[in-house]
């Protein structure tokens, strides 16, 4: 889940994170990598400020001159967004709808049409090409042994709502084939992945349970460690990897059809998931660590390696702290020194009277964006190490907030990453692997070898 301030290294990151997008109007998702903990997300100001001397890690297109883009390739960009399906391994619109809910507990927002708040309606999706968004069931850490089922079970529910209240616009998609024909029939496909293992609620029955459901993915953990799997920003390591229980829930992912989904699992869980796992599994939002070293939250070189080995995907984050090493020092020292002023008051990131001066540092601390052509460069390093095939886009939309690069503000602009990758003469085939067909290849092994998975003894 957002912006400047969000899922990062400690507890209070992420408080941090809600504090702050609460205080700025913004969704109050989860993250952002200079915080982590218990929302999903920040927002700082919108203003950008000028980029500082590059970093040994920044790439090159960050302060390069952009000349203006080739008319003919913004034209072909536009079709090709449109010829192809478009999948996005996590959107974070069920969360930011549950938290803006009316006092009678409807929801505050029409998606079927355009919506002034947010990254995702189904009007900007289709100008953007986005036919295959994996909504994103995100239960908060907090709520591990908490009733994070019941969470997850309500925004389930309001997904399907939506399919059944708008068919001509939305349909539900458990399966590739299902991604296939509704994209045939015009149709923008709702897949579903849920962020965080809490739900399972250490009961193997939930995994089906959710599964019969349509999640069709599961990120192990989100900011803290959970009773499955350590996370990358929890500093305990209570397992020192993957649980007991944990090795478990893998191997019912496997036989029941679910993905494996690595992003926010520390290192150690990540290596035994490799060593466990039957199947290919993907990371759906996270970038490459080669661009910001010691942010763990991403993936290194070596991991990216057995990641592909395993003929799994890595979808890149857009978030401005995941891409740019710069942003996300900035985001660190932001947080840190809010965490200080707080203090020195007595107060904590959720206190009513934290809220003025949330706002007002906010107000006064203009952050760092990073461009589009960053988030391409993420794809061209994961290309040249080690292939095509294990890269797509995993956005993470309505969850990263104010924190999202030059164009790409919304789900409204894949056509202008799309156009990056054509200027780097990408072919038309690899495009498509990166728009969805590497994700897809992968949905469709975990699901084939769910077909022929002996049952448990």
């Known amino acids: ?42 927002a700082l100001p919108t ?23 080739s008319p003919a390739l913004v034209a072909k960009a536009k079709d090709l967004t449109h010829k192809f399906i478009v999948l996005d391994g996590h959107v974070d619109l069920p969360w930011r709808l549950d938290e803006s809910r009316d006092q009678d507990g409807s929801i505050s927002e029409d998606v079927s049409h355009r919506t002034p708040k947010g990254d995702f309606d189904w009007e900007r999706a289709r100008e953007g090409g986005l036919s295959a968004p ?29 399919a059944q209240k708008w068919p001509d616009k939305f349909a539900l998609a458990k399966s590739p084939s299902e991604v296939r024909t509704n994209f045939a029939a015009g149709k923008v496909s709702l897949a579903m ?24 993915y599961i990120t192990l953990t ?15 390591h209570t397992h020192k990897g993957l649980s007991d229980f944990g090795k478990q829930v893998v191997a019912e992912m496997n036989r029941l059809g679910i993905m494996v989904d690595v992003a926010h699992v520390a290192d150690d869980t990540f290596w035994q998931v490799m060593d466990l796992s039957k199947v290919p599994v993907i990371a759906s939002h996270s970038s490459c660590r080669h661009f ?26 857009f978030g401005s702290g995941f891409i740019d090493a710069q942003a996300q020092k900035q985001q660190d020292e932001m947080r840190k020194e809010v965490e200080t002023i707080l203090k020195s008051k007595g107060l904590d990131f959720g206190d009513a009277k934290a809220k003025p001066i949330l706002a007002e ?9 990073a461009t589009v052509e960053q988030v391409a460069d993420h794809i061209d390093h994961v290309r040249k190490l080690v292939g095509i095939d294990h890269v797509g886009l995993g956005s993470d939309f309505d969850g ?48 084939d070898f769910a077909r022929t998975a002996a049952p448990p003894k």
């Not at 209070?12 to 700025?24: C, I």
């Not at 739900?199 to 599964?211: G, K, S, T």
């Not at 803290?224 to 929890?234: A, G, M, Q, R």
């Open 222 to 236: 989100h900011s803290k460690d959970n009773h499955i799997s350590d996370s990358s920003y929890d500093e305990k």
């Open 361 to 369: 540092f906010r107000a006064s601390h203009p952050h760092r964006f």
């Open 134 to 162: 994996f909504m994103s069931i995100y239960v908060p850490s907090k709520y591990e042994n908490a009733g994070a089922k019941k969470i997850a079970d309500r925004l389930i529910d309001m997904v399907t709502g939506f």
């Open 47 to 69: 203003s950008a400020v000028p980029n500082p001397a590059p970093s040994p890690q920044a790439a090159p297109s960050a302060n390069a001159a952009r000349a203006e883009p």
């Open 1 to 42: 889940m957002v912006g400047a301030l969000c899922r990062g290294w400690s507890s209070g990151l992420v408080s941090l994170a809600t504090a702050l997008v609460a205080t700025a109007g913004c969704n109050t998702r989860h993250e952002s990598p200079a915080t982590a903990a218990s929302a999903h997300s920040v």
């Open 193 to 216: 992945g849920m962020e965080n293992g809490s739900p399972i609620e250490h009961d193997l029955a939930n995994v089906r349970h959710f599964h019969e459901r349509g999640i069709r």
């Open 292 to 317: 910001t070293p010691g942010f763990q939250r991403n993936v290194s070189d070596d991991m990216l390696q057995a990641l592909a080995k395993h003929k799994g995907v890595i979808q890149i984050n």
């Open 400 to 447: 990263v907030g104010d924190s999202l690069p030059s164009g790409l503000k919304d789900v409204s602009q894949y056509p202008n990453l799309v156009r990056v990758l054509l200027e780097r003469r990408y072919s038309e085939q690899d495009i498509e692997k990166v728009c969805s067909g590497n994700v897809l290849r992968v949905w469709q092994a975990v699901e």
